[in-house]
């Protein structure tokens, strides 16, 4: 018996031993991947509900390490955010995607562009500066790149006037700002006041459960409303069906994006799934 236990002991240490160490060659990885530029970005295109075309994407960052395999954002994220990396991923997602804007326009689509951002990048006192001097080295009108930021990043931003101060001037310039996960954080209204937000994105917790529930088909159904009576546009993410996609336009939701239209994919497929 005092045995096993003694395993036991060793067994979990061995797990956070385990834990320790992914996370550190994550870490050391990364800045390797970050150098040599091996990091991806693919696009998960938006649709227009009322046109039925796709009107944007999202630019969602990939990672595959040749020694680690897939690092998911979920997993990678994290652990950028604590280590001050996330700023490194940040100019990295913004050239590429923002490069990749100016192409689809040359080719003659016209594709706004969303970019996920968190409240750490903002902390740096120069972000807006340097998010536009890269618009502008790239050549990218600053009206078809929109940034995302979560609920979580709007509740802290409340109170950091360098940031809302921030948001404003890249505003001024034209880009758009998206409210990302709608719903799922904390029932405060002040941060729609003070933040320039121009589009609502419901969570796809919500949706998961649309079709399940009258209650949370309840629940969006104001979102949407109280989304349009703001004057801003709706987007749901995570629409899978056609029965989810039919229920929110009946609701006069703006836009949807999800596994039904495409999951993210390259720029080319982009460019083929437009053109279709
Ligand atoms: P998010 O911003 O909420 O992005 C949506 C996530 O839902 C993406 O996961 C996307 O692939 C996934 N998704 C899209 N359609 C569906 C669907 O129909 N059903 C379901 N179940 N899922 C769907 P992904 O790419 O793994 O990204 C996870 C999170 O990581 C993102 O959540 C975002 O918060 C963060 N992230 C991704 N790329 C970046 C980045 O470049 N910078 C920052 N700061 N965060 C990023
Ligand atoms: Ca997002
Ligand atoms: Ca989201
Ligand atoms: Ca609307």
């Known amino acids: 018996v005092r045995k096993a236990g003694g395993d036991h002991i060793v067994s979990l240490s061995n797990e956070t031993h385990k834990a320790i160490n992914r996370r550190s060659m994550i870490e050391k990885r990364l800045l390797l991947a970050l150098d040599q530029r091996n990091l991806k970005v693919l696009y998960q295109p938006q649709v227009d509900l009322q046109s039925g075309k ?12 040749e020694k680690i395999g897939v690092v998911s954002p979920d997993e990678l994220i994290p652990i ?19 490069r990749q804007a100016v192409e689809w326009q040359s080719k003659g689509l016209n594709l706004k562009v969303s970019i996920n951002l968190s409240v750490r990048e903002f902390r740096d006192k120069n972000m807006a500066k340097s998010i536009l001097s890269t618009l502008a080295k790239v050549g990218c009108p600053a009206n078809i790149i929109q940034i ?12 950091e006037t360098s940031i809302i ?3 404003r001037q890249l505003e001024d310039q034209g880009i758009t700002f998206v409210l990302d996960d709608f719903g799922t ?15 609502l994105k419901i969570d796809k917790t919500f949706i998961r459960s649309l079709m399940q529930s009258e209650k949370t088909q309840r629940l969006i159904n104001g979102m949407v409303h109280f989304g349009n009576s703001m004057n801003l546009t709706v987007l749901a993410e995570g629409v899978e069906t056609e029965e989810q996609k039919e229920l ?7 836009a949807i994006q999800g596994y039904l239209v495409s999951k993210a994919v390259s720029e080319d497929e982009i460019s083929e799934l437009v053109k279709k």
Do not use: N
């Open 185 to 199: 954080g904390y029932a405060s209204f002040r941060y729609m006041q003070l933040l320039p937000i121009e589009v």
């Open 148 to 159: 995302e930021i979560t609920e979580k990043f709007a509740l802290e931003a409340e109170a």
């Open 165 to 167: 101060k921030q948001m």
């Open 80 to 98: 950028a955010e604590e280590t001050g990396l996330i700023h490194h991923i940040g100019s990295f997602v913004i050239e590429k995607a923002s």
């Open 248 to 254: 929110l336009k009946s609701y006069g939701c703006d």
């Open 54 to 65: 796709i009107t944007g994407v999202e630019a969602l960052v990939r990672w595959e390490d």
